[in-house]
């Protein structure tokens, strides 16, 4: 019986063929890379195949589904001459069309399992950005956050949120001593700014069971790394909920996994489709931050690859990390354009077969220019070849299809059923039924101690008979006369005088 067809042998894994075989070495592989072409080159495709070739090594990968069309990974492609005579084209002998073990997430939850985290976890400084709030309001968010951290109030949704910015707003004086000023002004734009990430999804993102990120990290029964897609199609339609979760994720990797080293092959591939989303006007310290994950992710054995039309969408700061490149063709019809593919190819080592940039522009549908690092971690000279079919389905799959496999998993019972628990929003009903019930009492207190000085004086002059009133006006008429008799007979005497 022949050998099933393995893109990674003898510690190589085959990605593309030109004049001859060009290897990405899983040792090398969590020095990051990057996939650029144009719109229809075949950017998706390099990302399938590569994370196939990643499975067949035993690395876990994790990728986002942006149009819904990758969820076939999971069941073999369709046997058809042309798929037939490109494999045999680039001697991919044996090849076979074949799925690979794969898990569906979805933070809607409608094609995977739901995804969630608790605003906790996803820090301040990610929310502000998130929900676009200006410095102040940053710096306020960040009080709330530290104020709820010195008391033990537990951010798991976003209702928790705005019952701790409510109470805060009541009882500012309780905190402005020990945290700062913190105006109703601002607390109240916060407040609508989370009503507002609410409708946009955060509603569904926010809450437990908190995504275990050691879900992600697994291989199956035969030692092949599964495959973790996010479906995406809905979350892209809110660009700043999606990079910010793309940001979290990475994050969370960075805090939860400890040192790596220089490991053989990375512990889990991430593949960031659509990068430009990230960084599209994303201000100068979040930038930096992506530098500084990116730079130390790797010691944590986590290879990240970025997907997007035109290296120009990636900072030249991050550029620089990304070692493992694919180039598939640009555009070159502005000055714009032409622009980006001249730094396109000065990125690359010169093949003298070939002049770099004119091949940008010229190559078909499924071809790329390709380096990777070699066994020293120097960038190989440039080729110009076809990257291998992959061997899964290109055909998304049906509404029907996703529920058979998503029932099927083991994470359905686990991440399925939202779970509510002791939180910060019952500490703040607690805290503010406490307060009515003090307010209540004080005011029962004064209630009952008015009434007893004012009865009395109201009882002594009721008791005067109608008689005693009589006499005690003659007496006051009397007084009142003789008084100003007095004071008469004295203005005369000085007059006189």
Known sequence: MPAVFNMYSEGKIWIAKGDERVYLLPRMANRHGLITGASGTGKTVTMRVLAESFSDAGVPVFFSDMKGD??????????????????????ADGFEFRGFPTVFWDVYGDCGHPVRTTVSSMGASLLARLMDLTGVQSDVLAMVFRICKDKGWDLIDSKDLVSVL???????NDYIAEYGNMSSQTLGAIQRSVRTLEDEGGNFFFGEPALDIFDWIRVDE???????????????????????????????????????????????????????MLFSDAPK??????????????????????????????????????????????????????????AAASSFRANEKFK?????????????????????????????AFVLPPQSCLSPLTQAEYEGIIKASRFESKYRDRVERQSAYETMQSLEEQRQKEEAKAAGSKAAA?????????????????????????????????????GKGIFKSLFKK
């Not at 940001?247 to 805090?255: A, K, P, V």
């Not at 010691?299 to 690859?305: D, L, N």
């Not at 009395?456 to 008799?485: C, D, F, H, L, Q």
């Open 166 to 172: 409510q109470h805060i707003a009541k009882n500012r």
């Open 222 to 276: 035969s030692g092949k790394g599964v495959l973790n897609v996010l479906n995406s199609q809905k979350l892209s339609r809110s660009p700043k909920l999606y990079s910010t979760f793309m940001m979290w994720l990475i994050q969370e990797l960075f805090e939860r996994l400890p040192e790596a080293g220089d490991p053989e092959k990375p512990k889990l591939v991430f593949f960031f489709d659509e990068a430009h």
């Open 356 to 384: 770099t940039e004119a091949a940008i522009t010229e190559l078909g549908v499924g071809e790329a220019l390709v380096s990777c690092l070699d066994e020293k971690g120097i960038p190989t000279v440039v080729e110009r």
């Open 70 to 91: 990758v969820g076939g990974v999971c069941k073999a492609g369709e046997d058809t001459e042309k798929m037939r005579g490109r494999a045999e084209k680039l001697g």
């Open 450 to 486: 008015k009434p007893s000085g004012g009865t009395a004086s109201a009882k002594s002059r009721s008791t005067k008979s109608p008689a005693t009133k009589v006499a005690e006006k003659a007496i006051n008429r009397a007084a009142a006369t003789a008084g100003r008799e007095i």
């Open 285 to 342: 310290p979040v930038v930096q931050n992506i530098e500084q994950m990116v730079k130390l992710i790797r010691s944590k054995g986590v290879g990240i690859y970025f997907i997007s039309q035109s290296p120009s969408d990636i900072p030249d700061s991050v550029l620089a990390q990304l070692s493992n490149r694919v180039q598939h063709a640009l555009r070159a019809y502005t000055p714009s354009e032409q622009k980006s593919v001249k």
